[in-house]
């Protein structure tokens, strides 16, 4: 066994207290308490057609930060089938690590460059992004527990929406490096304000088609306002839509991902 497993298995005998919402350092995760959470959308195949139902969530383990173009670098080079020249074309669009550069060493060995290893990597696809957690055993978080960390049980909501808002008025820009803002009251960093995150059931809500780009302003926020939760909550509605939109192999100049793991 592992020595990171062990040290996991170590900080589960702790009492709860003592471990829930409190930066692992074996491997920079997070233990996120059972909570729950009211999805801004419904889910497609819910049979309940209130909106405002709240949706449990099991305890689970979160990473602190999202992943970084270090850490997506190492697993490339030990998975060279996620390489941007060897990626299959199913799995990816042709942004795939755009940001990287392909160099070649004395050797002659092919390699990346990556422009700033300590930020978020970001144009990775949905399936790159689950294959790295999977090799880390992991997994990508479920929209309901990533939604879940970032409400923080309403701690500083204000704040945090006003946030939200101003990242979302600003135009794309390369992130800069991960753990630059204070983290959250459960210990998690960079939830918001630095990119979007994948989620491992990024479309399953029924979130309405984005129309910004129609010109058709009144179908924008009137299609918003159809089965949602709060509609108040424009930083949620910006969410799921932008999920809604995504498919697997598309990647995103500000679209990167962290992993979780059950606590089981």
């Not at 490339?76 to 795939?96: E, L, M």
């Not at 060995?109 to 790159?128: E, K, Q, R």
């Not at 960390?149 to 600003?170: A, F």
Request: proline share 6%; net charge negative; with cysteine.
């Amino acid at each position: 066994m592992s020595s990171n497993k062990l040290k996991l298995i170590s900080l589960l005998a702790l009492p709860a207290a003592l471990i829930y919402g409190a930066a692992v350092s074996a491997e920079e995760m997070v233990m996120i308490p059972q909570g729950s959470v009211t999805p801004f959308f419904l889910k497609k195949d819910s049979v309940d057609s209130n909106a405002a139902s709240k949706v449990k969530v099991d305890a689970f383990w979160i990473d602190a930060a999202p992943v970084t173009n270090r850490e997506f670098q190492a697993f490339v080079s030990q998975h060279p089938d996620w390489h941007p020249t060897n990626i299959k074309k199913i799995f990816s669009d042709a942004h795939y690590l755009d940001h990287w550069k392909n160099t070649q060493g004395a050797d002659g060995t092919a390699s990346l460059d990556t422009p700033n290893p300590d930020a978020p990597v970001v144009n990775v696809s949905w399936f790159a992004a689950a294959s790295y957690c999977e090799a880390q055993d992991k997994r990508l978080p479920s929209t309901d527990e990533w939604e879940y960390t970032l409400n923080d049980n309403e701690r500083d909501k204000e704040n945090l929406q006003k946030q939200i808002i101003s990242w979302y008025s600003v135009p794309n820009r390369a992130p800069l490096a991960v753990k630059g803002q204070p983290a959250n009251g459960f210990g998690v960093f960079d939830l918001a304000g630095l990119i979007w995150e994948w989620t491992a059931d990024f479309n399953s809500y029924m979130a309405p088609p984005d129309s910004r780009n129609s010109g058709d302003k009144t179908q924008f926020c009137g299609s918003g306002s159809l089965s949602a939760s709060n509609l108040d909550d424009y930083a949620a509605f910006m969410r799921y839509s932008y999920r809604e939109s995504l498919k697997g192999s598309f990647t995103g100049k500000n679209l990167g991902f962290r992993c979780a793991k059950d606590a089981k």
